[in-house]
């Protein structure tokens, strides 16, 4: 006969230890994805910031390319 009120505890202890369980898994699964989506904006703006500083730097080449082809004609001129 006790065996009859054992099983019902027995059963909510699996129970509440199954959704223990599932609660850690979806936490555990909601932060690694919080922290890749993170990441993927980190990489992203990275990749943007870099791609902005490659741009200044293309664009001072050309300045200074600029800057010397007019030096050297106003060279040629004076001559």
């Known amino acids: 006969m006790w065996q009859l009120s054992v099983l019902p505890l027995a059963r909510e202890e699996l129970e509440y230890a199954i ?7 979806t936490i555990t699964t909601w932060i690694e994805r919080c922290i890749f989506r993170k990441r ?6 990275t990749s943007v910031s870099e791609e902005k500083k490659k741009k200044k730097k293309k664009k001072k080449k050309k300045k200074k390319k600029k800057k ?4 050297k004609k106003k060279k040629k001129k004076k001559r």
């Open 40 to 45: 993927q904006v980190r990489v992203y703006f």
């Open 19 to 25: 959704e223990e369980e599932v609660a850690r898994q």
């Open 68 to 71: 010397k082809k007019k030096k």
